[in-house]
Each structure stands twice: as structure tokens, then as C-alpha cells.
């Protein structure tokens, strides 16, 4: 008996692959450490079982075909039966958009192919405790709900906390790079801490500010220009120079993908320094 091999509290897991190897790889490894383990090989399917019978937590693949990963999440987080399910998702891929992606479309963890046994039962436990703790807070919201007479505008300010909240659980302040996400206006909505590092700024200082103040290569002109030729093409990569809050000039390498959320349209950029390359 290893280390994890102990009396867990009963969970019900549901592991979404199409690949049958996976399935039974993440199936005998999650019985073994006290789970209760529902399998699935495509995302139609995985719908239909946590519609009937909400697991506790779900391992979801992304490269899957019918219906992708993200697809399936979305699919998840509009209905209000399996919204709050937190979402797993197991990947090869392994490119900062990709996991950007994940996050965006309601994921709350990623987990890199090949992983191991110890990182899946980790970031399956952590997950499962934040779902423990967040139904008792949602328990508690509800007695303090029956109390407090809520306004529409105070409903509108939590409705942007909550948002607020979801990207900040992107866990892009992990990242080396600089990440930023600007909207159509070219307003900073969106950075992480590498970009408060790169640049010198406050994250609430950036999130005031326009990609004009920090990128002296971007005319009102030239961002609907960019802006419109990144929508087209969904990804761009490019070489460009941004401002520190000193003056001083940088030379960066930018990959920018176009990605919705929530009806929302938005750039995110990764942004590399490539001064001294």
C-alpha cells in the first residue's frame, strides 16, 4: 500500500477520453486511491451521464473528436445542473493558449500529458477540498439571502466581482511570459503578474491603460488594422517593441490569439523579451 493508498471521503470522478489506454490508466489509478470511477469515451456522452447523475468532480481530455474538450466544458458551464462541477482538463497540448483557453471556457485545473500518479492525486484532492468549501460558502449565501434584499445594482456589481474572480483563477501569474488580454477598444483588461514585472507598472496601473501607451508601434489606425487581421487569422506572431514605465524601449516577440468569452471578444497576448537574443 503506497503513501495515498488511505480512507478517503467517498468522491465520484467522471474521466472523459477517447482513448481506451487513458481511460484505463486514470481509472485503475483513481479506484485505487478511494475514488468512485465513471468512464466515458466521447463528449456527447459524457454530457448525458453528468446531466443524469452530477459527479463531484470531472477529468476531461481535449483533443477528442465529435466534440472537443472545450466544447464539452461550455456545454457544462451553461447548464445550470452541471455548471459548478469543476473541470479538469488532461492534455498533451501544452502551448500557453491552449491552457488560457481552458481556463477561459471554465476549467479550474490542467494537467499536462504524461503526468503522474502523484500529481493527479494532488490536484484532484485540492480541487475536490475548493468544491467542499464552496458549497458550504454557497450554504451560507443562501440563510444569508433569505435575510438581505438584494438591488439590481448591487446584483450587477457581483455579477463583475465574479468575473473579475474567473480570470483571476486563469493561474496565468504561473507563466514566464507576459500576458496580456485587450479588448477591441485596445483597453487592458486582463495581465498577469510577468507583465507587472516586465513593464514596471502596478497590475491596477496596466488595467487603466491602452496597448497605445505601452506599444509606441500602435496608431489608433494601425490596432483596427491588427486588430481585424488577428479575428481573421485566430493567431499572429510578430516582432514589436513596448514602453516601460521608465521610458525605456523593449524588444518583444508577441503571439496573439483572438478567443470569446462569454460573448466577449478578445486579443490575448504572449509576450516574450527577445533584448537580449
Same mark, same amino acid.
Given at each position: 500500500m503506497n503513501n495515498h493508498q488511505v480512507q478517503l471521503a467517498k468522491a465520484n470522478i467522471l474521466v472523459v477520453d477517447d482513448t481506451p489506454d487513458n481511460l484505463r490508466l486514470l481509472?485503475?489509478?483513481? =479506484?485505487?486511491?478511494? #475514488? @468512485?470511477?465513471?468512464? $466515458?469515451?466521447?463528449g456527447p456522452t459524457a454530457l448525458k451521464t453528468a446531466q443524469a447523475a452530477p459527479p463531484d468532480l470531472i477529468l476531461l481530455d481535449i483533443m477528442m473528436p465529435e466534440m472537443n474538450g472545450y466544447e464539452v466544458c461550455q456545454r457544462l458551464k451553461a447548464s445550470e445542473i452541471t455548471r459548478d462541477i469543476p473541470v479538469i482538463f488532461i492534455s498533451a497540448l501544452d502551448e500557453v493558449f491552449d491552457k488560457v483557453k481552458a481556463f477561459a471556457v471554465g476549467g479550474v485545473d490542467y494537467i499536462t500529458k504524461p503526468f503522474s500518479e502523484e500529481e493527479v492525486f494532488a490536484r484532484v484532492e485540492n480541487n475536490l477540498t475548493i468544491r467542499r468549501l464552496q458549497k458550504q460558502l454557497t450554504e451560507k449565501n443562501l440563510l444569508l439571502q433569505q435575510e438581505i434584499s438584494v438591488s439590481e445594482a448591487a446584483r450587477r456589481g457581483r455579477q463583475k466581482a465574479e468575473s473579475a474572480l474567473r480570470l483571476s483563477q486563469f493561474y496565468l501569474d504561473k507563466f514566464k511570459d507576459s500576458i496580456f488580454f485587450v479588448n477591441s477598444d485596445a483597453q487592458l483588461v486582463y495581465v498577469n503578474e510577468a507583465a507587472c514585472r516586465h513593464l514596471g507598472y502596478s497590475r491596477a496601473h496596466l488595467l487603466t491603460m491602452t496597448v497605445y501607451d505601452i506599444n509606441p508601434n500602435f496608431s489608433t489606425v494601425a490596432w483596427r488594422s491588427h486588430w481585424q487581421d488577428v479575428r481573421q487569422k485566430g493567431s499572429l506572431t510578430f516582432e514589436s517593441t513596448q514602453r516601460t514605465q521608465n521610458g525605456q524601449d523593449i524588444a518583444v516577440e508577441i =503571439?496573439?490569439?483572438?478567443?470569446?468569452?462569454?460573448?466577449? @471578444? #478578445?486579443?490575448?497576448?504572449? $509576450?516574450? %523579451?527577445? =533584448?537580449? %537574443?
Open positions: 481509472s485503475a489509478m483513481l =479506484t485505487q486511491l478511494g #475514488y @468512485e470511477i465513471r468512464r $466515458v469515451i466521447n =503571439t496573439v490569439n483572438y478567443l470569446e468569452l462569454n460573448g466577449q @471578444e #478578445y486579443h490575448c497576448a504572449s $509576450v516574450r %523579451d527577445i =533584448t537580449s %537574443d
